[in-house]
């Protein structure tokens, strides 16, 4: 795998990728909520598993001790999105919530944890409720493993 330095494939979907470079290109101080929500962000780099593309995500801030959720959510959409299958080739991710991303592994939370970091994850954003009555597929829910 060419890692975190390989070629870099923008997001298909233009206001993700905007907003996953106007973070970067800021050290976070810029593009770090949803839109005008005010609610915070954070950029999770993935490699992909098909095309060895590094990958930018923006995902909603869920943080709690040092540990993150990282919600494959997509808005409630039928199939998880693609970096879902990134994470289960490779748990091996940066975040980046401020001007340093740091490296960590994630793994899939069940049962009563992902129980509990989904209760602490729609207190943070709630629409991910709204997410999950659209759609049969249960949302995958990953933790990271190392603190900041
Ligand atoms: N998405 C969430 O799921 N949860 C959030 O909390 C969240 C918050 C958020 C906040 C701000 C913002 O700007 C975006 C936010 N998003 C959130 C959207 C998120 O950043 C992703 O855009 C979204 O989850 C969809 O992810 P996706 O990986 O499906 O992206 C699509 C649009 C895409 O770019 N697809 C690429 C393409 O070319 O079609 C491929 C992406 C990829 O990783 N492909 C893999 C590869 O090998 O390159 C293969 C993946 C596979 O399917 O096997």
Redesign the pocket.
């Known amino acids: 795998v060419m890692g975190f330095d390989g070629e870099y494939?923008p997001?298909?979907?233009e206001?993700?990728a905007d907003?996953a470079a106007e973070y970067e290109a800021s050290n976070g101080q810029q593009a770090n909520t949803?839109r005008d929500t005010g609610l915070p962000?954070i950029v999770m780099t993935?490699v992909?598993?098909?095309?060895?593309?590094v990958?930018k995500?923006?995902?909603?801030k869920v943080e709690h001790e040092g540990i993150y959720a990282i919600?494959?959510?997509?808005?409630g959409a039928v199939n998880h999105?693609?970096?879902y299958?990134?994470l289960l080739a490779d748990p091996t991710v940066l975040i980046q919530d401020g001007p340093e991303p740091f490296e960590t592994t994630v793994r899939l939370a069940t049962g009563g944890e992902r129980a509990e970091w989904w209760d602490r994850s729609v207190a943070a954003?709630s629409p991910y409720a709204e997410y999950q009555e659209k759609t049969d597929r249960e949302i995958p829910l990953f933790l990271t493993e190392t603190t900041a």
Do not use: C, D, E, Y
């Open positions: 494939g997001s298909t979907w206001w993700v907003q949803l962000i993935t992909g598993h098909k095309t060895g593309l990958r995500v923006p995902l909603m919600v494959a959510s997509k808005g999105p693609g970096w299958h990134n954003f």
